[in-house]
């Protein structure tokens, strides 16, 4: 495996993009109430894979956007993402303490600390797309508090919650997942490209079909990662899922097919991107990206 | 003291309306995850003054809104309030057991549903916005999030935190009440104000001066009723704040004088509405309801 392949190497420039725009978006650490913003600017800074904000300056290039826009729109998926994991990582949820290599928010900051941080950061997101100057901002904000609500991310958690220690049935497994981890990166899909010139309706129809690829491979990858994975390799405790006895696609499919799974939902992700040209480009690489990643 | 003029007949029928809205806008309790629509239902239905609901209806009048528009607004103060209480409420937070009379929350559904209940709800409220067909809806969620978030209510709730035990001095406090409940109070105005005829700049002075009179006043009034109030009446637990020693109005002031200021306030809210003509009507009735309220 081609290491320059899973890690495009304009993918660091974006993530250090992304990063100096979250460090601007995020209020200072001394900025009162201190211990809010500087627990909101340790968990939305310093880590993570911005797979998000990558997919959504990706798809913006299909229309020709300016990246300036798209900050805007990747900054606020990485907001709503490290929300949910300061708020996922909380003891009365899945009680983790290590984070992208990190103690968890809470372990740094204390459970109430962390919670308004979670909702603040879940606020944050809104305000910087309802203050971009963009011309879909209200259908952008439409679209991101759909991709995060009670029929998306939340509602995925809530799913996840329902069903620890019970079988799953690989549908079942598959719906909680294209809420809890899919949503939000379609909503990052289509965000981005929101920001470009309108798609016709077969590529925007195209468009879903590789996020909603993308979406299920990253999270069967990251199932995979968690059964071969250490937690030096991927800065989360590792074997979680397996220890808690939760249903996930490796036990349900074995680790084969789980790998042979997300090799087919690459080549869907490709196959959707061909109504595109050129443009497709690095949307492309982010297929191969996510289907090789290690961590 | 006349009931009549504490608690104006038409807020009645504002209070079932916003509570209809509120109904339609949330997703039905039996549609999937259950649990947390059930939960978010409970948190946000059937309960509370709908203080803020009002006052954005009453300052809607100002610009003659319809109140079709207005419903739109007064829905998103009142999710956020919502999800502020549930959030509030849970075991790292105050660790209440009661709210409107009932048990909160998270003692009726775990506090991992009523977590991922509170996110949602706030998702809810800015999506609410994000659907609405309002001219300024991009304006009035970047207002809202101003209001909800790290430099408002939630910024509010990290200094009470940081302030439990602490001598607290009278600025201190009322800069912490600001943000806590005032920044939503103000929004809920200006939000209602928002959807009718644009304000001349006297006017919107004006009507910030009402809002911080009303949103420090019902908060004054929250502390006199903490000490004088008992759970029944309040529908939450009375006497908390003096036994975790918090710093409150009447605990820096005296009862006599926090009255005798919340009366102050009552005339300074009235006294900035006299740039209104007849349209303020509403709003003067809500401040003497606000002062003279007994839950």
Not at 132 to 155: F, N, R, T, V, Y
Not at 201 to 215: I, T
Not at 224 to 238: F, M, P, R
């Amino acid at each position: 495996m081609n290491p320059d392949v899973a890690w495009p190497v304009w993918s660091r420039e974006r993530a250090q993009r992304v990063e100096s725009a979250l460090e601007g978006a995020l209020p200072a650490a001394d900025e009162s109430p201190q211990s809010l913003h500087a627990a909101m600017r340790y968990a939305a800074l310093g880590g993570g894979k911005r797979v998000r904000a990558l997919l959504a300056y990706a798809s913006g290039e299909l229309g020709g956007a300016d990246a300036g826009l798209v900050d805007h729109a990747a900054i606020a998926v990485e907001l709503i993402h490290a929300y949910s994991l300061v708020h996922d990582d909380l003891p009365c949820m899945d009680d983790d303490v290590l984070r992208r290599g990190k103690p968890t928010c809470h372990v740094a900051y204390g459970e109430a600390v962390a919670l308004l941080a979670g909702d603040a950061l879940q606020t944050l997101a809104f305000e910087v797309l309802a203050k971009a100057p963009l011309s879909q901002a209200q259908a952008q904000i439409a679209m991101l508090a759909e991709a995060a609500g009670s029929h998306g991310m939340a509602g995925g958690q809530a799913l996840d919650l329902a069903h620890v220690e019970d079988a799953l049935s690989l549908n079942e497994l598959e719906r909680m997942h294209a809420l809890k981890t899919g949503a939000l990166i379609h909503a990052a899909v289509r965000l981005g490209a929101a920001c470009g010139r309108a798609l016709d309706q077969a590529q925007s129809d195209a468009l879903d079909r590789y996020a909603a690829a993308v979406g299920l491979g990253f999270q069967i990858v990251d199932d995979v990662l968690d059964v071969e994975g250490t937690a030096h390799s991927l800065g989360k405790t590792a074997g979680k899922d397996a220890a808690q006895g939760k249903a996930t696609y490796v036990s349900l499919l074995g680790l084969d097919a789980a790998k042979i799974r997300v090799a087919e939902l690459r080549d869907e992700a490709h196959t959707a991107l061909l109504a595109f040209g050129a443009g497709a480009r690095r949307l492309n690489e982010l297929a191969d990206w996510i289907a090789l990643r290690k961590n």
